[in-house]
């Protein structure tokens, strides 16, 4: 049971290079989710997709793009890289949109902007 | 802006203690979930409570959330080395978001 896989598991970056991070789910979820979380602050949201095409402002939307043409696929995107985003990111699924409905996550990627 | 105070935000203990986080707002959730995260993974869902009051528990550890949806707190019984890890609180404001608390890293020794 794969569940949520992400990848890569941890990059370095320099400052104004691009990247993609990877999410795919194999639970037929039709909800799936980008976090960052750094120390002390929690899991902050990023970008979210209730559906196959469609996609969604987050808390901290700013400098990251989201694309979601297949249902099991949410990809993010850092367009150029600051030292800012420097944190490990998560994505998550669930199967409905009830909020009380689990989360299940990827194991994160850890990303580092020199 | 929403906030989810947790506290203590680091607690290290003996095991076969006893302790209890707490999970703190000013806003009301319409439901509450606590997740567990270990180093190097993702969290995963301990429990949901959605009704003032409700009281849930897993094997030694007892969820009880407010009666005003505010709150909630973690009790752990007799703590095992297995325990340890960062807990982290969730509340539900809309249909697909949640507000993160920043997490309890709790250790037990043996």
């Known amino acids: 049971n794969a569940g949520v896989t992400q990848t890569p598991k941890f990059r370095v970056l320099k400052t104004g290079q691009s990247m993609t991070l990877l999410c795919a789910q194999d639970?037929?979820?039709?909800?799936m989710y980008w976090y960052r979380q750094d120390p002390g602050m929690g899991l902050r949201l990023i970008h979210y997709?209730?559906?196959?095409?469609?996609?969604a402002k987050g808390e901290v939307p700013d400098g990251y793009n989201v694309s979601r043409l297949k249902k099991q696929n949410f990809l993010l995107g850092l367009e150029s890289a600051a030292p800012s985003q420097t944190s490990v990111y998560f994505c998550?699924?669930?199967?409905?949109?009830?909020?009380?409905?689990?989360?299940?996550f990827g194991d994160g990627t850890r990303l580092s902007i020199l | 802006t929403q906030l989810l105070e947790q506290s203590p935000q680091f607690l290290s203990i003996q095991e076969g203690e006893n302790l209890t986080v707490y999970c703190n707002s000013s806003s009301v959730f319409s439901s509450l979930q606590w997740y567990r995260q270990e180093p190097g993974e993702g969290p995963v869902l301990l429990v949901t409570?959605?009704?003032g009051g409700e009281v849930k528990k897993l094997k030694r550890l007892t969820f009880q959330f407010g009666d005003a949806r505010k709150d909630s707190s973690l009790h752990i019984t007799a703590a095992q080395p297995g325990d340890t890890g960062l807990y982290l609180c969730a509340g539900a404001y809309s249909n697909y978001q949640l507000i993160w608390g920043a997490g309890t890293k709790l250790i037990i020794k043996p």
């Open positions: 639970m037929n979820h039709e909800y």
């Open positions: 998550a699924s669930s199967y409905s949109t009830r909020v009380r409905q689990p989360q299940h």
């Open positions: 997709s209730v559906g196959e095409g469609t996609t």
């Open positions: 409570v959605v009704t």
